[in-house]
């Protein structure tokens, strides 16, 4: 296992890829630690499963991984590249660039699994596309 990384994001790479499939995560939740249980499921995957798994972040002005910073996901043209994505989300506000890279996953038809409060991942203001 390798990991590769970057301001707002993590990548997990098997040591022997079974497959060339990629999990993206995306974490971004103030309530229930997704910062923190998504680049453990994204390891397990990679190190068990031989799957390059990728997680992305809210990132504050600092560059510091912050839960609360709703408009930014580190990474985003990681999404140009998944075929699943796991969402931990919650009242996302992300500029039309990243929710661009987000629409053209969803019209590819990359599967989507989405934990706790992903029912409410987003929170458009009125005059967003």
């Excluded at 560059?63 to 999404?79: F, Q, R, T």
Aim: proline fraction near 5%; avoid cysteine.
């Amino acid at each position: 296992l390798s990991a590769e990384s970057g301001e707002g994001w993590v990548s997990y790479v098997p040591k022997e890829a079974k497959t060339k499939k990629e999990v993206v995560l995306l974490a971004g939740d103030e309530e229930y630690r997704s910062e923190e249980s998504l680049p453990m499921l994204a390891k397990i995957l990679s190190e068990r499963h031989g799957i390059k798994s990728t997680v992305l972040f809210s990132v504050n002005d600092k560059g510091e991984i912050d839960p609360k910073a709703g408009g930014s996901l580190g990474n985003p043209a990681a999404l140009d590249s998944a075929s699943v994505i796991v969402m931990g989300l919650r009242f996302r506000h992300w500029p039309d660039e990243t929710m661009k890279k987000f629409e053209a996953a969803m019209n590819r038809g990359v599967g989507v699994v989405s934990l706790r409060t992903s029912t409410h991942a987003f929170n458009f203001p009125k005059e967003s596309p």
